[in-house]
Protein backbone atom coordinates (compact mmCIF):
# COMPACT_ATOMS: atom_id res chain seq x y z
CA UNK A 1 0.00 0.00 0.00
CA UNK A 2 1.31 3.39 -0.87
CA UNK A 3 1.98 5.91 1.66
CA UNK A 4 -0.51 8.78 2.58
CA UNK A 5 0.39 12.54 0.91
CA UNK A 6 0.86 13.66 4.66
CA UNK A 7 3.52 10.41 4.82
CA UNK A 8 6.06 11.00 1.83
CA UNK A 9 5.79 14.87 2.98
CA UNK A 10 7.33 14.32 6.09
CA UNK A 11 9.71 11.17 4.39
CA UNK A 12 10.27 14.61 2.39
CA UNK A 13 11.13 17.23 4.96
CA UNK A 14 13.46 14.35 7.16
CA UNK A 15 15.34 14.26 3.22
CA UNK A 16 15.60 17.83 3.63
CA UNK A 17 16.66 17.81 6.97
CA UNK A 18 19.20 15.41 6.45
CA UNK A 19 20.78 17.37 3.22
CA UNK A 20 20.53 20.70 5.26
CA UNK A 21 22.54 18.77 8.07
CA UNK A 22 25.00 17.47 5.48
CA UNK A 23 26.12 21.09 3.70
CA UNK A 24 26.49 22.58 7.17
CA UNK A 25 29.05 19.96 7.94
CA UNK A 26 30.73 19.36 4.57
CA UNK A 27 31.00 23.46 5.00
CA UNK A 28 32.60 23.01 8.55
CA UNK A 29 34.79 19.70 7.16
CA UNK A 30 35.83 21.91 4.10
CA UNK A 31 37.05 24.56 6.05
CA UNK A 32 38.22 23.01 9.13
CA UNK A 33 40.66 20.39 7.70
CA UNK A 34 44.23 21.03 8.42
CA UNK A 35 47.04 19.15 6.61
CA UNK A 36 48.49 18.35 3.40
CA UNK A 37 46.85 15.34 2.92
CA UNK A 38 43.44 16.95 3.41
CA UNK A 39 43.34 19.30 0.43
CA UNK A 40 41.68 17.10 -1.67
CA UNK A 41 38.85 15.91 0.69
CA UNK A 42 38.12 19.48 1.34
CA UNK A 43 38.23 19.97 -2.88
CA UNK A 44 35.79 17.61 -2.91
CA UNK A 45 33.36 18.56 0.34
CA UNK A 46 33.51 22.08 -1.41
CA UNK A 47 31.90 20.92 -4.76
CA UNK A 48 29.53 18.82 -2.85
CA UNK A 49 27.96 21.74 -0.67
CA UNK A 50 26.88 23.16 -4.22
CA UNK A 51 24.61 19.50 -4.80
CA UNK A 52 23.57 18.80 -1.31
CA UNK A 53 22.12 22.39 -1.58
CA UNK A 54 20.29 21.67 -4.88
CA UNK A 55 19.07 18.62 -3.01
CA UNK A 56 17.48 20.45 -0.55
CA UNK A 57 15.91 22.94 -3.25
CA UNK A 58 14.54 20.10 -4.96
CA UNK A 59 13.12 18.43 -1.84
CA UNK A 60 11.79 22.03 -0.92
CA UNK A 61 9.77 22.39 -4.04
CA UNK A 62 8.77 18.88 -3.90
CA UNK A 63 7.15 19.49 0.09
CA UNK A 64 5.38 22.31 -1.36
CA UNK A 65 4.19 20.40 -4.37
CA UNK A 66 2.66 17.87 -2.14
CA UNK A 67 0.93 20.90 -0.05
CA UNK A 68 3.35 21.08 2.12
CA UNK A 69 5.75 23.67 3.48
CA UNK A 70 9.39 23.34 3.85
CA UNK A 71 10.40 24.11 7.48
CA UNK A 72 12.37 26.74 8.53
CA UNK A 73 15.32 26.98 10.74
CA UNK A 74 13.47 26.73 14.01
CA UNK A 75 11.52 23.26 12.54
CA UNK A 76 14.97 21.91 11.12
CA UNK A 77 15.86 18.83 13.05
CA UNK A 78 19.68 18.16 13.10
CA UNK A 79 22.17 16.41 15.17
CA UNK A 80 21.45 13.46 13.65
CA UNK A 81 24.77 12.73 11.61
CA UNK A 82 28.72 12.33 12.90
CA UNK A 83 30.05 15.72 13.60
CA UNK A 84 32.98 17.52 12.27
CA UNK A 85 36.07 16.34 14.62
CA UNK A 86 37.77 18.32 17.13
CA UNK A 87 41.00 17.19 15.69
CA UNK A 88 40.86 19.46 12.44
CA UNK A 89 43.77 16.67 10.76
CA UNK A 90 41.77 13.79 11.43
CA UNK A 91 41.11 13.43 7.76
CA UNK A 92 40.09 9.56 8.33
CA UNK A 93 37.22 10.80 10.91
CA UNK A 94 35.89 13.53 8.19
CA UNK A 95 36.04 10.42 5.05
CA UNK A 96 33.75 7.99 7.44
CA UNK A 97 31.53 10.37 8.82
CA UNK A 98 30.79 11.47 4.88
CA UNK A 99 30.64 7.90 4.08
CA UNK A 100 28.08 7.20 6.66
CA UNK A 101 25.86 10.41 6.07
CA UNK A 102 25.81 9.53 2.25
CA UNK A 103 25.11 6.10 3.61
CA UNK A 104 21.83 7.21 5.66
CA UNK A 105 21.04 9.59 2.38
CA UNK A 106 21.01 6.07 -0.15
CA UNK A 107 19.14 4.34 2.32
CA UNK A 108 16.39 7.21 3.28
CA UNK A 109 15.83 7.86 -0.29
CA UNK A 110 15.35 4.28 -0.93
CA UNK A 111 12.36 4.16 1.63
CA UNK A 112 10.90 7.32 -0.31
CA UNK A 113 11.14 5.25 -3.35
CA UNK A 114 9.64 2.36 -2.01
CA UNK A 115 6.77 4.49 -0.04
CA UNK A 116 5.75 6.16 -3.28
CA UNK A 117 6.28 2.80 -5.73
CA UNK A 118 3.05 2.63 -7.81
CA UNK A 119 1.55 5.79 -6.76
CA UNK A 120 3.36 9.33 -6.67
CA UNK A 121 5.99 8.37 -9.58
CA UNK A 122 7.09 11.84 -9.45
CA UNK A 123 8.62 11.90 -5.78
CA UNK A 124 9.81 8.59 -6.75
CA UNK A 125 11.66 9.83 -9.47
CA UNK A 126 13.28 12.77 -6.96
CA UNK A 127 13.94 10.37 -4.90
CA UNK A 128 15.79 7.79 -7.26
CA UNK A 129 17.52 10.91 -8.75
CA UNK A 130 18.97 11.85 -5.43
CA UNK A 131 19.57 7.90 -4.23
CA UNK A 132 21.91 8.49 -7.64
CA UNK A 133 23.74 11.57 -7.08
CA UNK A 134 24.10 9.87 -3.29
CA UNK A 135 25.71 6.77 -4.53
CA UNK A 136 28.12 8.97 -6.54
CA UNK A 137 29.71 10.54 -3.31
CA UNK A 138 29.70 7.46 -1.68
CA UNK A 139 31.84 5.53 -4.10
CA UNK A 140 34.21 8.69 -4.24
CA UNK A 141 34.56 8.63 -0.43
CA UNK A 142 35.19 5.16 0.17
CA UNK A 143 38.11 5.48 -2.86
CA UNK A 144 39.76 8.19 -0.25
CA UNK A 145 39.41 5.51 2.79
CA UNK A 146 41.32 2.97 0.77
CA UNK A 147 44.26 5.10 0.75
CA UNK A 148 44.38 5.17 3.64
CA UNK A 149 43.01 1.90 4.75
CA UNK A 150 46.35 0.19 3.04
Known amino acids: MAASKEEIVQLLTTAYSMEL ?30 EELGHAQ ?13 PGSKSVKLGNQIQPPDDTTDVVGVIKSVI ?4 AAIAHY ?19 QLMADEEEHL ?7 KEYDR
Not at 64 to 70: E, F, I, P, S, T
Open 110 to 128: RKIAQATDGDDYITQDLSI
Open 139 to 145: VLFRGFL
Open 58 to 70: MLAKRIKQLGGVA
Open 100 to 103: AAEE
Open 21 to 50: ETVINYLANSTNLDGVRAEEIKKSLSADIT
